[in-house]
């Protein structure tokens, strides 16, 4: 939806900000100049720093986001229902930046929690004044608090570890043998390397034995 109205040129230099991002030596990391798929971590790097970087891109010459919307590029194909205003687009970013904050923390209690669902709801309706089409997913989030109190933070269930050792397995050369022998090579480089993240995190020999 934020990109429904961006001349390229705005794309770009949205796409230049994010990339300046670099990694520092707390660990923090950059995300990259493959904004397609992203880490767990790397999301939450850019919910912190897209209010700043939408801010950067859409502020106007009194460094304030107008709330006029500005014209379709001759050239879109694309026909756009919903407002483009960049203010109201800018809100709801907002809204779901602190969503997504709140409810990715690795502990948190049950008011974050509300205040979590509480910020998605927000999010949620202003699109719907906006025209925007919602879908399932934005129904199915509404539920993140009941979620939360029966199996704790979202950070303990989520799927980017599932999708994180899906892609370490994808690399694994197995040749392509069938009778089993490709589970067994997949399973013994899995045990491999685990074995190697136990080593290498063990801090002296005595806590080996």
């Known amino acids: 939806m934020a990109q429904s109205h961006w001349s390229s040129s705005k794309e770009r230099e949205f796409c230049a900000c994010v990339c300046v991002l670099e990694v520092t030596a707390d660990g ?42 500005p014209p379709m590029p001759p050239n879109s194909k694309r026909v756009i229902k919903h407002s483009h205003s960049p203010l109201k687009i800018y809100q709801a970013a907002l809204y779901l930046c602190c969503t997504i904050r709140i409810l990715a923390c690795k502990t948190i209690t049950m008011n974050q929690a509300q205040a979590g669902e509480d910020f998605l709801q927000l999010h949620s309706q202003l699109l719907i004044r906006l025209g925007a089409k919602l ?16 199996f704790g933070p979202v950070y303990a269930w989520w799927l980017f570890a599932f999708e994180r050792f899906n892609g370490l397995l994808k690399k694994i050369r197995h040749n392509g043998h069938d009778g ?26 005595r806590d080996i034995n």
């Open 28 to 69: 923090r990391l950059q995300l990259g100049e493959n904004q397609s798929l992203k880490k767990a971590d790397e999301w939450c790097c850019l919910m912190s720093t897209a209010p700043v970087l939408l801010w950067e891109v859409w502020r106007g010459t009194t460094n304030e986001i107008p709330d006029t919307e």
């Open 135 to 150: 879908h399932i997913n934005h129904h199915s989030s509404l539920h993140y608090l009941a979620q939360i109190k029966l």
């Open 180 to 205: 089993g022998a490709m589970e067994v090579t997949l399973l013994r480089n899995w045990v491999q390397t685990h074995c190697f993240y136990e080593l290498v995190g063990v801090k002296t020999f």
